[in-house]
Structures are given as structure tokens and as C-alpha cells.
């Protein structure tokens, strides 16, 4: 079974602070998923990385997939009320094969 | 809009009762997932089917635990004898394996269960 595991667990921060988040595991993954969850509502799938080393950007927040593709990170520049939320990470070996989620990091972003 | 619908959103029930939750997908997905969320947790895995059969359930899934997708369409998840620590929100997520794919998945806005 993999596992990943995401760092930190909990973040509170102040609006317009920069902030990273963690996923890791020590199985190798053909893609990673990350999700933002808003309170009472489904994940929301923000994006997927496949290649290692990948880079995407989303506006404000950028993903990076690791080289060896056990790893990934997310990190939101200039923080606002609007990104709280648990952000999840996803991955999969491929194909058929179902994903497993992240433990989760919770974040809050106050005024 | 054609994403994942769940229903009902809110069940309250008393310890005992049995309760059925139906999903939705997206239409052309093949794969259905059902997972247990308890606040600011990660979703855990119940079960998934590929098309009509179902693939995998988890271990710590109780035998009061089940779930149909009769027509590879639509499924439910019923709950017997429901406990209070059966409370949780019961999220539904959709994806379309193929092989080489990334099997994004594609989640409902969930259903939250309490039992008093």
C-alpha cells in the first residue's frame, strides 16, 4: 500500500504570507493529484503533475512534482482568506490502479 | 452541470437505523469510489468499482457495509445498524481509468451522516 504523508499538518497564517505545503512517500508515482476542500464540500481536483520535476502554476499557487516522483510540494505566494481550506495530495502507480490520498494539511488564512 | 451529485447532502438518524446514500458520476466514467471523511481528515478509502463490479473494499470496512453499482451507473452505499461512529461525511468520487491514464478522480459534494 503507499502512503503519503503531508507536512504541515495544521497552517495558520496572516493574509498576503507565503507558505509551502508537503506531500512525501516512499513509493514512486505516476502522477500526483492536489485537491483544496472547502468546509462541507467535496475535494476540488486543482491539479495533476506527471513528470518529475514538473512545475505548473495556478495563479498564486505552484505545484512541483519531485524528480524521483515520490514527492511534491505546493506552495501559495501571497496568501488570501480565500485559499482556506484542506488541501490534499493524491497519487497513483497508473492505469488501473486506484489512488491513495494524502493525510491532509488544513489551512487558514486570517484577514 | 454534469459533475458528481449525491444524495441525500444531510442524514440524521438514530443509532440502529438503517440509512442508503446514492452517487451519481459523470456519465462517461467508468470507475466509482466511495470514501469516509471525519473533519479535517483525508478521505478514506471504502470501496470502488470498475463498471459494475466491485474491486477492492477496504479491511476496515464492517460487514454492516454495502455497496451496489447494479448498471455501472449510479451507485448506493447502505449502512445497517447504524452506530455513532458511523458519524462522518460519505464522499463519492468518479474518474475514468484507462490505461496510461492519471485517473484524476472527481469527487460530489458529499453526504454528512449523523447518528444520534
Known amino acids: 500500500t503507499q502512503l503519503l504523508e503531508q507536512s504541515p499538518q495544521f497552517l495558520s497564517i496572516q493574509e498576503g504570507e507565503n507558505l509551502t505545503v508537503y506531500c512525501n512517500s516512499s513509493s514512486v508515482f505516476s502522477s500526483l493529484q492536489w485537491y483544496r476542500q472547502e468546509p462541507g464540500e467535496g475535494p476540488v481536483l486543482l491539479v495533476t503533475v506527471v513528470t518529475g520535476g514538473e512545475v505548473k502554476k495556478l495563479k498564486r499557487l505552484t505545484f512541483q512534482f519531485g524528480d524521483a516522483r515520490k514527492d511534491s510540494s505546493l506552495h501559495i505566494t501571497a496568501a488570501q482568506p480565500g485559499d482556506t481550506g484542506l488541501y490534499l495530495c493524491?497519487?497513483?502507480?497508473?492505469?488501473?490502479?486506484?489512488?491513495?490520498f494524502g493525510t491532509g494539511t488544513k489551512l487558514q488564512v486570517i484577514p | 452541470d454534469t459533475g458528481v451529485s449525491q444524495n441525500p447532502r444531510h442524514k440524521i438518524t438514530k443509532r440502529g437505523q438503517n440509512v442508503t446514500f446514492r452517487c451519481d458520476p459523470i456519465?462517461?466514467?467508468?470507475?466509482l469510489y466511495w470514501y469516509r471523511q471525519t473533519l479535517g481528515q483525508g478521505p478514506e478509502f471504502l470501496t470502488y468499482?470498475?463498471?459494475?463490479?466491485?474491486?477492492?473494499k477496504s479491511r476496515l470496512l464492517s460487514d454492516r457495509f454495502s455497496a451496489e453499482r447494479p448498471k455501472g451507473s449510479f451507485s448506493t452505499l447502505e449502512i445497517q445498524r447504524t452506530e455513532q461512529g458511523d458519524s462522518a461525511m460519505y464522499l463519492c468520487a468518479s474518474s475514468l481509468a484507462l490505461a496510461g491514464a492519471h485517473n484524476e478522480q472527481f469527487f460530489g459534494p458529499g453526504t454528512r451522516l449523523t447518528v444520534l
Open positions: 468499482f470498475q463498471n459494475e463490479a466491485q474491486l477492492e
Open positions: 493524491a497519487g497513483g502507480p497508473g492505469g488501473y490502479q486506484k489512488v491513495t
Open positions: 456519465s462517461e466514467h467508468n470507475r
